[in-house]
DNA sequence: AATGAATGAGGCTTCATTCAT
DNA sequence: GATGAATGAAGCCTCATTCAT
């Protein structure tokens, strides 16, 4: 590791740095300190590259919608797929992010909102958009069901089985056949 | 107000103080020190009551937990319902008190969790009970479906759509629908 | 034990109660909450007996100093001991005390000094006044040591071998016999 | 004095004004908060310095334990010095050290011990060697008495004589003729 | 650009003492 | 006489942030 390094390069140390300690010890208690020493920079360096621990905690929370959102967002607009294996595909997506992630995840999301909600609206613009284009193709049948609501019950809902790792693939297939019962997906 | 209390009062005061704390500041944010001026007393007074500030806030959650899973408790032992109807009525209850004291709520849970994982739990066995006992009834068809994951997901799901407030109603009889739909209870 | 007492047997208790915490867990941590409790009493009644902590503790003290001076004041007087004699009945009866009273002792003595200083001028005088009559008898050959240098001797020395409790027996016969050796006792 | 030093610099500050104030005011009197004020630095920066007020206060007495064996080791060691002469230097120069820092020797030494016994082990080794020593070569007499006993007994009794400071030289020839009694040194 | 000593407000907790009952 | 709730100052420690170098 050279001692000059382009900021570029020292951001992301910064930010890989504060992932690992986010992880092993929550968000909480990643204090600036930490975070430097195990970047290996100076304390009063981490200021050379974010205006403040909570700008600092926001990029970690953007950094991990980024990559949340990313395939997702390939999968949605992949014209060969039918909606209803784009729901899988998403959720699956999701689900084995969650679990490689796991306590990053929920270290991060679960702390107090640092950052903005754009990144939360446009994973609910991503999966409403699947849902709305699929019922409205005639795949799924919301039966009188407000999408919203059904959207938002299944933005959280995947979010339980991802706790019990004992069997995550059974976990993910059983998820897709819930979003698809909720969704009315015609088998 | 005078200045003695018995320690039940006091004791109460200096919760409800933390409570109106925690959701308008968050539960990291709530000091000890800003308890006792939210409850008019000093602040080593908030000792006379509460081991410590992890003992303080565990208080909150249990408070919280209690209220949550009293009615529940009622719902599932009485004898007169359906086991559909059980679900209807829990998700309901659960979602109303999400809606009343939504805030709370989440600044509560949203909070590493300071105390036991025992309230919890017992969230999870009286719904669990009730799917179990819907679909050894026949109410309910899982359909191969891994009854724990369905628990997790809708423990987790009816969440979401307590975030938007404008038609409770309408979003009470939607999470009830997406229940049954989710169990594959017989209309 | 009756509700009420009369002050003299309650302050007793206190003290009692005092002396047990204070040898269990030392002066400084001995707090007034603590020997409320320990003696069965309100807090608050503490200083219907005491001035205040250090009035209790300067008791303590007082306590312990007139345990350790009664006796050999009465061996000093006693007319039927050669002054060796009594110079030997005095180093046993402390060290026996040491040994007894160890951690109390220590606690006591080693803290802060919260009381006036006459006890110890009192062992100061009552060992002094051996020293010079044995000397003047003839039975103690100081050989031009100055008095009070070895009256300030022995009373540090002999607390060190107080420390080990292997043997006390032994512990006490070989101080008798320094202190010989330093006041040139005649064997 | 400029706002920025060394570590050491700084360091040794703080423990200037932490000896100051164990003389002062006591051991335990000593809040982190004096020595901050009394250093002319923040309350927080002590802890860049030291871990904890006990760190801190094991400094200073390792500091004075450091002191008060460096030259009676050297003592030992000189191979032209018989053991008696050994004896004499070392008395005195613990007494003279304790004259010069008598305050401080006591604050700090009749504390409850912060930190390790090692120094202390130091000191009886250095005196018990000279003892065990001096017997074997014939210039000590201990005529039966148990080494061990002798030396926590001289360890002790020399710290008497230091607390009367009308005339230190006298003191020391007193104390080193009473270490030769006690050891049964051949004049 | 980089450092790290320094700050100072704020956090939790203890405790001797008081005083209304 | 006795209580124990209440106080408030003081104690130790942490940490985001600043700034002289």
Redesign the interface.
């Known amino acids: 590791m050279g001692r000059f390094q382009s900021p570029e390069v020292r951001r992301r140390q910064v930010l890989d740095a504060a992932t690992r300690l986010a992880v092993e010890e ?1 968000l ?1 208690n990643t204090s600036v300190a930490k975070v430097a020493a195990a970047a290996g920079i100076a304390k009063g360096s981490i200021y050379l590259h974010f205006d403040s621990r909570q700008d600092l905690l926001a990029a970690l929370q953007a950094d991990l919608w980024a990559q949340m959102l990313e395939r997702p967002s390939e999968i949605a607009a992949d014209q060969d797929l039918s909606w209803a294996a784009k729901l899988d595909a998403v959720v699956e997506h999701w689900m084995r992010f969650e679990f490689d992630y796991h306590d990053l995840y929920h270290a991060v999301f ?1 702390a ?1 909102t640092t950052g903005s909600d754009e990144p939360l609206e446009a994973a609910r613009t991503l999966l409403g958009d699947v849902i709305t284009a699929g019922a409205q193709a005639g795949e799924f049948d919301l ?1 009188g ?2 999408e ?14 991802c ?2 790792h004992s069997d995550p693939d ?2 993910v297939a ?2 897709q ?2 979003f698809r ?2 969704t ?1 997906a015609i088998a």
């Open positions: 929550g909480e679960h107090v039966g069901l407000d919203g609501i059904v959207l938002e019950f299944l933005l959280h809902g995947y979010i339980g089985p706790f019990h059974a976990a059983n998820v056949q819930l019962r909720a009315g």
